[in-house]
């Protein structure tokens, strides 16, 4: 299977503190992109970060890529009641347009 | 910009018919759609790639019979389920590759259908 792996499967932490997530993969990428989704609803692009670098931020996000590992976190600080959701990583391979999905992490921030 | 328009967005049928549902660019072609499907509290499946005027790209295990995909124009892409089963029952997603653009952009999604086979 393409799918990435995603670590932990949920994660339940108090207004204001950090939450971050983990995301394996198994091939070679083209970048490596992080999606959230609300409950029922589509996917919201939040990041994308190209093989070629290592950081990036956007706001309260932060991303980090290590291909000689193949994993990436995605690091939310302060964060809010809103933030709950499903977080997934997809991975764009090098060979095509497709991307993989990774399990996915059910976040709950308790206000 | 970059909206991408699923519908319908729920949809019952009995079993052994078919549901077909639409996946819309509305303002920007797009020559590559993906199908997602999605059972409850797990992830995306890539079911297939649909390129513009040629033959989608099944994943391996996906049906292409009963899956049939249609990408006529540059802003429409139609997934229908043929003689659906209850097994077939899930949230379908679609999502949007901009023409002109490659990999190193975010895709855009559809909102989803539920589908939802009695």
């Known amino acids: 299977s393409q799918q990435g792996e995603e670590d932990p499967q949920a994660l339940s932490i108090q207004e204001g503190e950090n939450a971050t997530m983990n995301c394996s993969y198994k091939t070679s990428i083209n970048n490596l992109q992080w999606y959230r989704q609300n409950s029922g609803r589509g996917l919201v692009h939040l990041i994308l970060?190209?093989?070629?670098?290592r950081e990036k931020h956007s706001g309260r996000l932060r991303v980090t890529l290590d291909t000689s590992k193949k994993s990436s976190s995605l690091l939310i600080t302060a964060s809010r009641a809103a933030d709950t959701a499903s977080y997934f990583c997809?991975?764009?391979?090098?060979?095509?347009?497709?991307?993989?999905f990774g399990t996915g992490t059910s976040l709950t921030v308790i206000p | 910009g970059a909206v991408v328009s699923q519908h319908p967005s729920w949809v019952i049928c009995k079993s052994g018919t078919s549901v077909k549902i639409e996946c819309r660019s509305l303002?920007?072609?797009?020559?590559?759609m993906f199908w997602y499907r999605q059972f409850p509290k797990q992830s995306l499946m890539l079911m297939a790639t649909?390129?513009?005027?040629?033959?989608?790209?099944?994943e391996q295990g996906v049906e292409k019979d009963k899956f049939l995909i249609n990408h006529a124009s540059l802003t429409l892409s139609t997934l229908t389920v043929t003689s659906a089963h209850p097994e077939d029952s899930s949230f379908y997603i679609c999502?949007?590759?901009?023409?002109?653009?490659?990999?190193?952009?975010?895709?855009?999604f559809g909102s989803g259908t539920r589908l939802t086979v009695v």
């Open positions: 303002d920007f072609q797009a020559t590559t």
């Open positions: 970060i190209r093989s070629n670098e």
């Open positions: 999502s949007a590759v901009r023409l002109g653009t490659g990999p190193n952009y975010g895709y855009t």
């Open positions: 997809a991975t764009v391979t090098n060979t095509g347009n497709q991307f993989y």
């Open positions: 649909s390129n513009e005027g040629s033959k989608a790209t099944y």
